[in-house]
């Protein structure tokens, strides 16, 4: 299984196991494998055991949704229902106001309609519903007194991430990050510090080319330091100084 949860419930003694599969396409083979997983949970665990795929496509959905009877005509010794969340059982969230009413079913549609056309919209939506949460429980989490809000936020902007796969809906989402990582101060996750990284990697190449392409000799100390910098607001004030400087050292000014 990708992954296996023991899922506690208020009021309930023991509560639950929770097995969950991402699935790409249609796999007859996975029928046997989801039923000895389930039945080996049960054995295991002595716990209710409860089957969750993830697809995004409705063919692979729907496919996945069927119950798996075990046995023949004559009898049916096992059935497994299994839950099934992807596009067309998941709703389209393309309300900012939506998708921070309840974070994690927004993201669940977002990964549900990664191959959707309209996945930018939905991205979009869930990108300023995050956002808008993280200003209401607070723009940034104390560890010690607040267990909630920006957490949850970094959490989720994470899986969301790693959810999308490679491909264009990945880099838009990290595009809307970077967008909103002023609503995001401090959270230091390594998600949040690429993005930095990633600008900052982008100014420092801007620098170079600007001086390259005026002719301006870039000495390899000077190169390096500004390859070096991850400082935005500092690699902001060479890139204005980039434009006019004489000399590649003037980018650093009286410093």
Same mark, same amino acid.
């Given at each position: 299984?990708?992954?296996?949860?023991?899922?506690?419930?208020?009021?309930?003694?023991?509560?639950?196991?929770?097995?969950?599969?991402?699935?790409?396409?249609?796999?007859?083979?996975?029928?046997?494998?989801?039923?000895?997983?389930?039945?080996?949970?049960?054995?295991?665990?002595?716990?209710?055991?409860?089957?969750?795929?993830?697809?995004?496509?409705?063919?692979?959905?729907?496919?996945?949704? /069927?119950?798996?009877? #075990?046995? *023949?005509?004559?009898?049916?010794?096992? $059935?497994?229902?299994? @839950?099934?969340? %992807? =596009? +067309?059982?998941?709703?389209?969230?393309?309300?900012?106001?939506?998708?921070?009413?309840?974070?994690?079913?927004?993201?669940?549609?977002?990964?549900?309609?990664?191959?959707?056309?309209?996945?930018?919209?939905?991205?979009?939506?869930?990108?300023?519903?995050?956002?808008?949460?993280?200003?209401?429980?607070?723009?940034?989490?104390?560890?010690?007194?607040? /267990?909630?809000?920006? #957490?949850? *936020?970094?959490?989720?902007?994470?899986? $969301?991430?790693?959810? @999308?796969?490679? %491909? =264009? +809906?990945?880099?838009?989402?990290?595009?809307?990050?970077?967008?909103?990582?002023?609503?995001?101060?401090?959270?230091?996750?390594?998600?949040?510090?690429?993005?930095?990284?990633?600008?900052?990697?982008?100014?420092?190449?801007?620098?170079?080319?600007?001086?390259?392409?005026?002719?301006?000799?870039?000495?390899?100390?000077?190169?390096?330091?500004?390859?070096?910098?991850?400082?935005?607001?500092?690699?902001?004030?060479?890139?204005?100084?980039?434009?006019?400087?004489?000399?590649?050292?003037?980018?650093?000014?009286?410093?």
């Amino acid at each position: 299984m990708d992954s296996v949860f023991r899922v506690r419930v208020a009021g309930e003694e023991g509560g639950f196991v929770l097995a969950v599969e991402s699935q790409g396409k249609p796999d007859p083979d996975k029928h046997s494998s989801w039923t000895y997983y389930l039945a080996h949970l049960y054995a295991k665990y002595r716990l209710p055991p409860f089957l969750l795929v993830v697809c995004k496509d409705k063919a692979t959905a729907s496919w996945a949704a /069927e119950p798996i009877r #075990v046995g *023949r005509g004559f009898h049916t010794s096992m $059935v497994v229902f299994p @839950l099934v969340l %992807g =596009p +067309g059982i998941l709703p389209v969230i393309t309300e900012a106001d939506e998708a921070a009413r309840d974070i994690g079913v927004a993201v669940f549609s977002a990964l549900a309609y990664a191959r959707d056309p309209g996945l930018t919209a939905i991205l979009d939506a869930l990108a300023s519903g995050v956002a808008d949460d993280a200003e209401k429980s607070g723009s940034r989490g104390d560890s010690e007194t607040d /267990e909630g809000g920006d #957490v949850d *936020r970094v959490d989720w902007a994470e899986i $969301v991430e790693i959810g @999308l796969g490679e %491909g =264009p +809906g990945r880099d838009y989402w990290r595009h809307l990050m970077a967008t909103y990582t002023p609503n995001f101060p401090g959270s230091n996750t390594i998600v949040e510090e690429s993005w930095l990284e990633g600008r900052a990697k982008g100014k420092a190449e801007d620098i170079l080319h600007i001086l390259e392409v005026r002719g301006i000799e870039i000495p390899d100390s000077v190169r390096e330091r500004v390859t070096d910098c991850t400082d935005l607001d500092v690699l902001g004030t060479w890139l204005d100084r980039s434009l006019s400087a004489a000399h590649a050292e003037e980018l650093f000014g009286e410093e």
